[in-house]
């Protein structure tokens, strides 16, 4: 029997157990760098494993760090996020969360469930004998908040060396526009780096009834709120991906009060270094604008995570492992939009790609990433846990000499 179907048959075998160890994920969901039981979780699945060596809290607290190796070889890593959301959940279904107002909405329950598997089948394959090499499996907390210094959980496992001597890593998301079946890659940027802004405008501030006398930040804010969403359409070619978006304006106190200060924050997102560079220099300009009206301004930006840059080859492994092993399935090759993924900070410094794995059920109910309702086909799990195996056999089998 070849790699790929038993592969795909020994995914198919597991998909009970996929599904029990997703839907107990997704019952007790954990927040940002609090995945203490999760964490733990998986760390006993891992154990469970022949073969398997398994390190906890590496970088963070609740990070868990599988390895199988076999022999000389390349290092290949698949990644899985392990938090979830502070959301309150509504799906209505038996495995709904059971810690009130915390939620697995982004699916990272999937794909925890799913390289569990991964490690499953490749541990099965290793035995056999016929591929040498590393798989690290990488269980990584915090996917989806960054604490007061402005990282996630990806920067701390890079800083512990987690990723040092990987050759590639692949990682996979939950894709709700998608049905089972289908599958989205792309090569190069494909989510978008993300930045926070904070900006105070700041005046004399006043009494209502005299504005004459101040300077009011409240009237320095129209121009300066149009100056910040015209960055985009007027100071960005329309070929390149960028936004920026407001989600905060807070002033004042009382209805005749002049205050003396504005707080504005947003977030910028681009694909590339160098449009991330400009919007930073033009968001300077536009809040500036306070200077001519009188007043005054600070501007702070909290660099976040880089863009999403998934390599051409390790992508082309991805696809090829999707086509052999399900020659039917659509895939789609388009950008996954301008949300963030801290898997960009390893994609920064080694060769990685990650696809979105149609997850879809089949009545037209949208229920999209982020959102109280939330679910998946539970029939993506095997599918998932199937092409990351391959592709990680792929990788060993033909990772570049000159590259490792
Ligand atoms: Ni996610």
Redesign the pocket.
Known sequence: MSADSSITKSAEELKEQLIEWRRRLHRYPELSFQEVGTSRFIARRLAEIKGMDVECGIGTKTSVIGSLTAGEGPVVAIRA?TDALPILENTGMGYSSRNEGVMHA???DA?TAIVLGAATVLAEEFRKGTFSGTVKFVFQPA??WADEEGLSGSPYLIRSGVYEGVDAAIAL??CPWLPVGGVQVNDGCSMASVDVFKVKLFGSGGHGAYPEKGTDPIWMLGPVLQAVHGIVARKVSALDAAVVSIGQVHAGTASNIIPSEVLIEGTIRCYSAEIRALVAEELKKAVSVAECLGGSYSLEIQRGEPALNNDPFVNRLIIRSVEELYPGFRIVKAPFGLGG?DFGYVTERIPGAMFFLGCARDDGVRRD?HTPVFDIDEACLPVGTAVLAAAALKLLEDWPDEQT
């Open positions: 996020d982004c699916g990272h794909h996917e989806e998301h939950m993924e990433l």
